[in-house]
């Protein structure tokens, strides 16, 4: 199995920037997507980016120029920094993983919230 743990949630005006980290344990040897999604109150969860060992990333529209996905494969982190924050970002953030074998791993979750 694969755990996720996120951090780097908070509360931040519009215009303001964050860091958010994924730390990934377990059987981190068979993970081959890497991904954050998120979900506001009231709407499904969606993607915001992803990246695939060896492939390309992948923006949403609503983020792209905006936010950076990367990944430290030397200690198993992927992170997400979002700058220039609105208050249509505001959401928990998920980070997730897909293994070889088909199985899909979600993290707890930190929260987003961009307001003055």
């Known amino acids: 199995q694969v755990q996720l743990v996120e951090s780097g949630g908070g509360l931040v005006q519009p215009g303001g920037s964050l860091r958010l980290s994924c730390a990934a344990s377990?059987?981190?040897?068979?993970?081959?997507?890497w991904g954050w999604y998120r979900q506001s109150p009231g709407k499904d969860r969606e993607l915001v980016a992803t990246?695939?060992?060896?492939?390309?990333?992948n923006y949403a529209d609503s983020v792209k120029d905006r936010f950076t996905i990367s990944r430290d494969a030397s200690k198993d982190m992927l992170y997400l920094q979002m700058n220039s924050l609105k208050p249509e970002d505001t959401a928990v953030y998920y980070c997730?993983?897909?293994?070889?074998?088909?199985?899909?791993?979600w993290g707890q979750g930190t929260q987003v919230t961009v307001s003055s």
């Open positions: 997730n993983v897909w293994e070889n074998g088909g199985l899909k791993y």
């Open positions: 377990g059987r981190t040897f068979s993970i081959y997507f």
């Open positions: 990246v695939p060992i060896g492939g390309t990333t």
